[in-house]
């Protein structure tokens, strides 16, 4: 039985939000810093709380700290030599394997995430911006009473219009495809694949492989908890456009062009239903826009290359171990919204996301280096993903087509990594006994 009244809401849930705010935290005295924690916890919902409220509430708030924040709060050290080795290291450590380099590297990170005294991030999704001012306004209030704590950099969220459905700032319908946990009581859309074991989310529950090993101890601190890589991706909306007209001498080309860089339709409508015309109602339709697979319904990627993003971080029936390597997908877009036509602003724009797994090797960092930014995956050669893998100009993106496959060279990178940090995000009693730490 999970307990959802133990696991944060962001794992279990998706706030029904339209803005939001990230603060990035800095522990200077670890006493301060669990003040703050224990008079922040009240904030935190759980996912039974956010389940059973969340009409009455316009807020939703998350916490998750770094090993260094770990550390700052007081944690002893015999503790912090549990947790993971990739977890320890940090993002930044490991920028060579996740292909953070050249432009992505973290020495072109904003904000001080790459700094080794950021230490928390505070998830606020709030439905609309003057809820997120009220928080705001609490929030300093808070940290002034709290010696030593200091927000090193924040990050506003904005959902990009239109706002009945959630969309990138290149226009792609996104939140389609996510797996769902035994226990947890959602139901897989069709095509979704199996329900899988909580352990490969969540701390201290049986995985597809059976019990939990080797979990950070002591067991209160891991039960309950998961880790979450954080992405703060810049999208260059207006290259974007730009490649499409240069590459689509119609609108229905171009759309195609988006399409196939994706796997689906940008209504969200996959291309292996609807390989050669866009099909809206498809796309809106969540018992229908999953329920597909590659190895039958598509095996040399006519419909959907091989290379797409899609296909990349969900090879589904094409890949071995598929059960393990799934992960939650959370977070929202930031920055204003590019009108149609508009020349580009120099204003910076993307999605800040988090990817929540319980193995970030195993799950996320293998999404990176192989599936997004192995030049040769499936063979393809010369290739990364062509959303978000490392694009230096040199690589291309190939097209399966009869009688001869379209290959585009020269690939610009339409996203940029301008920050990014590996989390813990701890269940609610964890978080209790870390605030608790000293007075014990
Ligand atoms: C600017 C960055 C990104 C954009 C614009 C983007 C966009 C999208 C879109 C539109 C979809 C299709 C919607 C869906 O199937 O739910 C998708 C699917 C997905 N993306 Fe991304 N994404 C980005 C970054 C990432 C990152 C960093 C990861 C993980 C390392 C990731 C992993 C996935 C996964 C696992 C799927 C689901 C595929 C499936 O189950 O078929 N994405 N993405």
């Known amino acids: 039985m999970l307990e959802f009244d133990d696991i944060q809401?962001?794992?279990?849930?998706?706030?029904?939000?339209?803005?939001?705010?990230?603060?990035?935290?800095?522990?200077?005295?670890?006493?301060?810093?669990?003040?703050?924690?224990?008079?922040?916890?009240?904030?935190?919902?759980?996912?039974?709380?956010?389940?059973?409220?969340?009409?009455?509430?316009?807020?939703?708030?998350?916490?998750?700290?770094?090993?260094n924040g770990l550390r700052a709060l007081g944690l002893d050290e015999a503790s912090l030599a549990t947790f993971p080795e990739e977890f320890k290291q940090g993002m930044v450590a490991?920028?060579?394997?996740?292909?953070?380099?050249?432009?992505?590297?973290?020495?072109?990170?904003?904000?001080?995430?790459?700094?080794?005294?950021?230490?928390?991030?505070?998830?606020?999704?709030?439905?609309?911006?003057?809820?997120?001012?009220?928080?705001?306004a609490e929030q300093e209030k808070l940290i002034a009473r709290c010696e030593g704590v200091k927000v090193l950099s924040s990050l506003d969220l904005e959902a990009t219009p239109p706002f009945g459905y959630a969309h990138d700032h290149f226009g792609y319908r996104d939140r389609l495809s996510q797996p769902v946990i035994e226990g947890s009581g959602d139901e897989p859309t069709?095509?979704?694949?199996?329900?899988?074991?909580?352990?490969e989310f969540i701390l201290g529950y049986p995985d597809e492989d059976?019990?939990?090993?080797?979990?950070?101890?002591?067991?209160?601190?891991?039960?309950?908890?998961?880790?979450?890589?954080?992405?703060?991706?810049?999208?260059?909306?207006?290259?974007?456009?730009?490649?499409?007209?240069?590459?689509g001498e119609t609108p229905e080309e171009q759309e195609l062009i988006a399409a196939k860089l994706m796997g689906r339709w940008r209504s969200g409508a996959p291309l292996v239903l609807a390989p050669d015309k866009d099909d809206p109602e498809l796309g809106a339709d969540p018992q229908r826009n999953n329920n597909f697979n590659y190895k039958q319904m598509d095996p040399l990627g006519y419909a959907v290359p091989l290379g797409s993003h899609m296909r990349r971080m969900n090879p589904r029936d094409t890949a071995a171990n598929m059960n393990r390597r799934r992960m939650i997908r959370r977070g929202a877009t930031y920055g204003p919204h590019l009108p149609d036509g508009a020349a580009d602003d120099g204003v910076e724009r993307g999605i800040a996301a988090f990817v929540i797994c319980s193995s970030l090797i195993r799950q996320f960092e293998f999404a990176q280096n192989v599936w997004a930014n192995d030049r040769n995956f499936h063979e393809l050669r010369n290739e990364r993903d062509p959303i978000i893998g490392n694009q230096d100009g040199t690589l291309e993106f190939k097209i399966p087509k009869r009688p001869i496959r379209k290959t585009i060279k020269g690939l610009p990178a339409f996203t940029n990594v301008r920050g990014g940090a590996y989390f813990f995000l701890p269940g609610l009693a964890a978080m209790r006994y870390v605030a608790g730490l000293g007075s014990h």
């Open 190 to 199: 069709p095509g979704s694949g199996p329900l899988l074991k909580p352990g």
């Open 9 to 67: 809401h962001i794992l279990l849930t998706r706030a029904p939000a339209l803005t939001g705010r990230y603060d990035f935290l800095s522990f200077r005295d670890p006493a301060g810093g669990r003040q703050w924690l224990g008079n922040f916890l009240q904030e935190v919902q759980s996912a039974e709380a956010m389940r059973a409220s969340v009409e009455k509430h316009n807020r939703w708030v998350s916490v998750a700290f770094t090993w």
């Open 94 to 136: 490991r920028a060579e394997m996740l292909g953070d380099t050249g432009e992505n590297h973290p020495d072109h990170w904003t904000g001080e995430l790459a700094s080794p005294d950021m230490h928390a991030i505070v998830i606020l999704f709030a439905r609309d911006a003057a809820e997120r001012a009220r928080f705001q």
């Open 210 to 247: 059976g019990p939990p090993a080797n979990l950070p101890q002591p067991e209160v601190l891991s039960r309950n908890g998961s880790f979450a890589a954080y992405r703060r991706l810049q999208e260059h909306v207006a290259r974007f456009r730009e490649f499409l007209r240069d590459n």
